[in-house]
């Protein structure tokens, strides 16, 4: 099966990106999310904690890769304070606790990826959290970073017990064999991981779309374009919660610009349609946001703003 709308340009773009991050020395482990520093709070009669995985190098050219060079490098030094040639993405991972379930958005990257991320369980554990309690995983998408944790050393399932929710787009591409043939060969991994992952839990596997339930309050919302089949949680309980995933990047550039490809965006035109519905649906509704990759623990609210939209954090 081939997937037209994610190019060979985009392709080679998402490949160049992956390699240099890979290759950043990473910084040691900041210990985000651990003991009594661990995030949470209710909303309605949903207990949420955010766990941290790690943290990512990333190159700071992959936040807006397309942008103009100087309005980019100008929103950087504002909203950062300097222009750093990397930047260190933070890995914000939902458990929500309601009734009889606990779930948990996303399971990291294992031992597999960069060496500052694999986290997950440790701070789990940290928490008094049994990875065997965990009742449902969902799976935002399959890139490694988010589902690379699936399975331990030896094989078996780091989450053993867990219903694994993933969106149908999202499964069809990656578990098809020939999206990694399709792939250069230095990307090849990422797609034989997701397969690895996915085929790995697929008789545990619930496919879902737009509006599926998760559980009592939690539903599914599609937010397709960073990959082909991306999913965002929605937790229609209190003031309300998106756990956007990778669908809003960065809360300085993707909110303040969401019109500028982030660097890996599978299908970029599709990615900022999302992202700017997605902002919009937030400013009107009051939902705060959940951001995978924005400073711990990556919770806040967004507003609009006289250019844009604005990021304000819990």
Not at 112 to 122: C, E, I, N, S, V
Not at 132 to 148: E, L, N, S, Y
Not at 159 to 179: K, M, Q, R
Not at 183 to 206: C, I, N, S
Request: negative net charge.
């Amino acid at each position: 099966m081939t997937h037209p709308k994610l190019t060979d340009i985009h392709r080679r773009r998402f490949l160049a990106l992956s390699a240099s991050a890979a290759a950043i020395p990473s910084l040691p482990s900041t210990g985000w999310a651990v003991g009594s520093e661990t995030y949470g709070s209710m909303i309605g009669d949903v207990e949420l904690t955010v766990l941290s995985d790690g943290s990512l190098t990333l190159p700071s050219g992959a936040l807006a890769p397309a942008a103009p060079r100087e309005e980019f490098e100008a929103l950087l030094t504002r909203t950062m304070g300097s222009l750093p040639e990397t930047v260190e993405a933070g890995t914000n991972h939902a458990l929500l606790r309601i009734g009889d379930d606990l779930i948990l958005i996303d399971n990291g990257s294992g031992n597999k990826y960069q060496p500052t991320a694999g986290r997950l369980l440790d701070n789990l554990s940290l928490n008094e959290v049994d990875p065997a309690a965990v009742t449902k995983v969902v799976f935002t998408h399959a890139h490694p970073d988010h589902i690379w944790g699936t399975l331990l050393d030896d094989g078996s399932l780091a989450l053993p017990n867990a219903t694994y929710y993933v969106g149908e787009t999202e499964f069809e591409f990656w578990s098809d064999p020939a999206t990694e043939t399709q792939m250069p060969d230095e990307f090849r991994a990422f797609a034989v991981g997701a397969r690895r992952d996915l085929l790995a839990v697929q008789d545990r596997v619930q496919l879902v779309k737009e509006g599926d339930s998760i559980a009592s309050g939690i539903s599914v919302l599609d937010t397709p374009g960073h990959t082909p089949g991306h999913i965002s949680v929605v937790v229609e309980r209190g003031e309300g919660l998106i756990i956007a995933g990778d669908s809003i990047a960065s809360e300085f550039v993707s909110v303040q610009r969401p019109d500028w490809a982030f660097g890996f965006d599978a299908i970029p035109d599709v990615a900022i349609a999302t992202r700017m519905a997605l902002l919009d649906r937030m400013a009107t509704d009051g939902h705060r946001i959940l951001g995978y990759h924005f400073a711990y623990p990556g919770i806040g609210q967004i507003e609009r703003a006289s250019d844009g939209y604005r990021y304000s954090s819990v």
